[in-house]
């Protein structure tokens, strides 16, 4: 940095914050550091007592703080997000729309690996809400190497490190299984909870049917709940290893291709996942799902709802950070499960 004249410092950026105190009325920082002077400034600074500033030595080939965090938003920015102004050399990324927001973890660990650059994200593969924070990003000093920032431009690649999936899927029908149910012996009690999981993504329930017990039983009502055009098919309750639970039949019965049955997760290790044809997705809910704060479901959901075509790598991964704490009362979604 050198220390120049106030008059000729336009066009110069200011190494540190400068505090203008205004009695019984104002005491702030009135220029921040990596301010770029301009001439309107100039009087200000005098009238502040600034008769000399000491100012950053721009030299060809250093970028400065504002202009490179401009750069790194480029590596992040995509669809469905909105910016802020740079202020104080950041730039932060909100949510324009509800969504599932997605992170390029390996092209973003090597971005964050290089020196003086830093983009923080929240936790990739969660459903947010219009509004909700995405991510900052700026470089640690007030200048830096343009070959410091080449670098982190090659490191990303080519496509955004960050993607927020709008929700595409409108509509879904519900299979209660278990002749208990169907013949009213109990009341469902796990219908209500899923049509509200499937609310709160803007999923309309079209239909809502009971099959009893049987796989061809099942397997009979899935097929008459496809004809209402539903996108997701939802068959909820026996889903375990016993006997007597036929749902995971009845689904493969019904034409749909598995692409799993079971998830590293609890609670809702006998989750199952599949897909028809035509694209629509079909779930076997286990009974978890009906009494737990938060779940496989909840997980595979955001998912499904933004049309993300899951295979077992996707499941494999949630193991760590698949185990539920159990905490009385839940804090889900603001709690490690899942991520």
Not at 225 to 240: D, N, V, W
């Amino acid at each position: 940095m050198k220390l120049i004249k106030t008059e000729e410092a336009v066009g110069h950026v200011l190494c540190h914050d400068m505090t203008q105190i205004i009695k019984d009325t104002y005491k702030d920082a009135r220029f921040r550091k990596g301010h770029v002077v301009t001439a309107e400034d100039i009087p200000v600074l005098l009238s502040m007592g600034k008769e000399h500033l000491y100012v950053w030595e721009m030299t060809p080939g250093m970028v400065h703080e504002n202009d490179a965090a401009e750069r790194l938003y480029a590596l992040c920015a995509n669809e469905h997000m909105d910016r802020s102004a740079v202020k104080e050399g950041k730039i932060e990324l909100t949510a324009a729309c509800d969504g599932f927001f997605r992170v390029n973890s390996e092209k973003l660990i090597a971005v964050n690996s290089l020196e003086d650059i830093m983009i923080a994200t929240r936790h990739g593969g969660t459903a947010v809400r219009k509004g909700d924070k995405l991510a900052g990003m700026r470089v640690i000093p007030l200048i830096i190497e343009e070959e410091k920032l080449q670098a982190a431009e090659k490191a990303a690649g080519n496509a955004p490190l960050l993607e927020l999936l709008p929700y595409v899927k409108k509509t879904a029908a519900i299979v209660a299984t278990g002749s208990e149910v169907k013949k009213g012996l109990i009341q469902d009690t796990f219908t209500p909870v899923v049509r509200d999981k499937l609310a709160a993504y803007g999923i309309q329930t079209v239909s809502i049917t009971y099959s009893g017990d049987g796989v061809e039983n099942v397997a009979n009502t899935i097929a008459e709940a496809r004809k209402t055009g539903a996108e997701i098919i939802l068959c909820t309750g026996g889903m375990s290893v016993d006997p007597d639970d036929n749902t995971p039949g009845g689904i493969k019965a019904s034409g749909a291709r598995i692409v799993t049955y079971g998830a590293p997760v609890l609670p809702g290790a006998m989750f199952l996942l599949g897909y028809y044809d035509d694209g629509t997705v079909v779930c076997g809910l286990p009974g978890c799902v009906m009494y737990a704060g938060a779940t496989i479901f909840d997980l595979a959901l955001p998912r499904i709802a933004a049309g993300v075509e899951m295979t077992r790598a996707d499941f494999a991964v949630m193991g760590e950070g698949g185990l539920c704490l159990g905490c009385k009362p839940c804090h889900w979604p603001v709690c490690p499960f899942g991520k």
